[in-house]
């Protein structure tokens, strides 16, 4: 049995018969909605976590990227785990691209406990970064591919 790579979506190559699905795909316009493929595939992944919308982006950084501008505003603080892939492998792209200051917060394999995020959290007080968003990641690549368990996960949201 050949082995799989997991370290990273960038190492792993397409098969032959992937390849060939890919070449052989219906393709349009993404910029116009005419792609059928990516359309077909946002509106399944919707469907499925029961949501109005998806939109399909190609790496794992964009979608970090566009969730910290989506939710935060500059001079806004995001907790995140201290080995997490927005601080470690993103160019510094959070205080670059939004303004927003990057809080590493320590865990264990990736993961964060309710005290260690709640202690984190900025009182308010005009002279701190307001805590806007947290951060939290699956498969942590520093942490070893750590999952989360889920209601560990619920768990720190809450």
Known sequence: MKPIDFRSDTVTKPT???????????VGDDVYGEDPTV???????AERLGLEAAVFVPSGTQANQ??????????????????????????GAVPALWGVQPAALPGERGLLTPQTVTAAVREDNIHNPRTRLLSLENTHNRGGGTVWPVERFRAVVE
């Open 16 to 26: 032959p018969a992937m390849r060939r699905l890919i070449a052989d795909a219906e």
């Open 39 to 45: 359309r077909r595939l946002e509106e399944r992944v």
């Open 66 to 91: 566009i969730a910290i501008g989506a939710h935060c505003r500059t001079g806004d603080e995001v907790l995140t785990e201290e080995g997490s892939h927005i601080l470690h492998y993103e160019g």
